[in-house]
């Protein structure tokens, strides 16, 4: 399917497991993102990348890595799950020119016991 | 640092009316652009409306049509003959128009209940 999607849709773990999100768009998108979604805060930023092989931080990047060894591919890790990354998370993905604007997969819900 | 504030939590409207929600925003960008995004109860992020700083005149799609006051830094978006489809958190964001780094900065968003 075309577009930008995320996996799994919901996950629920236990602190201090490792968890991957993963993140796949179709459109050869130079850039990607990764946000997260709590109440009171609107998305933040937890990482980004300008193209494959590079990668930098965001807002709120503490615990979690990225990596993007193929354009389509972000997968978002976080190496030991912590009850405060109990969140939403969204990927999104953009042309990287000034105008274009991110399109959104449909997010991660994500509980960490 | 950039910083957008969407001062209303909640907003509420009755089906045909019209609402406005506000955004703030804080830069010392001259380039740069501003959004409206839609959370429907579904999670999806839908683009509502962009608005390019340079540009003077105010964006307008459909029903949806911004007040952008580049001075004021005032952003706000205005939904006409509100539909039941509207409600939804909405939510502003900056982007600045140079360099390479094409991140969202996002307002804590506001919840549009629309009332039948």
């Known amino acids: 399917d075309a577009g930008i999607t995320q996996s799994p849709r919901y996950k629920i773990t236990e602190t201090g497991r490792q968890v991957t999100l993963m993140c796949h768009q179709t459109w050869s998108h130079s850039y990607m993102f990764w946000y997260r979604q709590d109440l009171g805060h609107g998305l933040r930023l937890i990482y980004y990348s300008a193209a494959a092989d590079i990668t930098d931080k965001g807002e709120v990047p503490d615990g979690y890595v990225v990596s993007r060894s193929k354009t389509e591919n972000f997968p978002l890790t976080l190496e030991s799950a912590t009850r405060s990354q109990t969140s939403v998370y969204f990927c999104?993905?953009?042309?990287?020119?000034?105008?274009?604007?991110?399109?959104f997969g449909p997010g991660t819900r994500l509980t960490v016991l | 640092a950039q910083t957008v504030t969407q001062s209303q939590p909640e907003m509420s409207v009755q089906e045909a009316e019209t609402v406005t929600l506000s955004c703030t925003y804080d830069t010392s960008e001259s380039d740069y652009y501003l959004f409206w995004y839609k959370q429907p109860p579904s999670r999806q992020m839908i683009l509502v409306i962009r608005?390019?700083?340079?540009?003077?005149q105010n964006a307008t799609e459909n029903r949806f049509s911004v007040n952008f006051q580049k001075a004021a830094k005032s952003f706000s978006l205005k939904i006409s003959d509100s539909q039941l489809g509207d409600a939804a958190m909405y939510f502003c964001?900056?982007?600045?128009?140079?360099?390479?780094?094409?991140?969202?900065?996002f307002g804590k968003g506001t919840l549009l209940t629309v009332n039948p």
């Open positions: 964001a900056y982007r600045r128009g140079g360099g390479s780094n094409y991140k969202l900065t």
């Open positions: 999104a993905s953009s042309e990287g020119d000034r105008s274009h604007e991110q399109f």
């Open positions: 608005q390019e700083a340079y540009k003077q």
